[in-house]
């Protein structure tokens, strides 16, 4: 069942909540609906985390668990997706979604110059915030309806599986 699978990559809930660094928000950690592991909590938990992955901002594991507090969803999962964006995907994700940004925003891409120069991207910054964020969120959004949609399919899937296996068994 899929609740064994992410039993054993979420962190214990007695740990975070003994955790000496957490103890401002342990009445936050304190709420067991955000450690249950069910198809509504999981399944948010995905979006929440592929959304917070795609967010061009600081501490986007801060922002994860915020939403998981606020939409009730597992807080472990949700942070632990956010590092999809990692120093080494981050520049494929920022860049796709501003040119999917650009794409929406129906604008041509800006060219780019022989030698790149920090005034350079100083100057492209003013004209290019715009279509990077909308891009950013829509990327988020669509990503992480994906990841919600083949979260409830597959615990969906392995739900069926055990109830014909068990009865399978019974027979």
């Not at 740990?15 to 928000?25: D, P």
């Not at 590092?83 to 800006?110: D, E, K």
Request: hydrophobic share 50%.
């Amino acid at each position: 069942m899929p609740k064994n699978f992410f039993k054993k990559i979420i962190p214990d809930p007695q740990y975070l909540r003994e955790h000496k660094g957490l103890s401002w928000i342990q009445h936050w950690l304190a709420d067991g609906s955000l450690w249950h592991l069910n198809r509504r909590s999981v399944s948010r938990a995905v979006f929440i985390g592929i959304f917070c992955s795609f967010l061009p901002i600081p501490f986007q594991m801060l922002a994860a668990a915020a939403l998981a507090v606020l939409l009730s969803a597992n807080i472990a999962l949700s942070v632990v997706l956010v590092w999809i964006s990692n120093p080494v995907t981050m520049p494929f994700l920022f860049y796709g979604s501003y040119r999917v940004g650009l794409l929406l925003l129906g604008q041509p891409p800006i060219p780019m110059p022989d030698e790149l120069s920090l005034e350079w991207l100083g100057e492209q910054l003013s004209t290019s915030w715009l279509p990077f964020l909308i891009g950013c969120i829509s990327c988020g959004c669509f990503f992480g309806g994906i990841g919600w949609s083949v979260a409830r399919g597959f615990w969906r899937f392995h739900v069926i599986r055990a109830w014909k296996n068990r009865h399978k068994n019974r027979k």
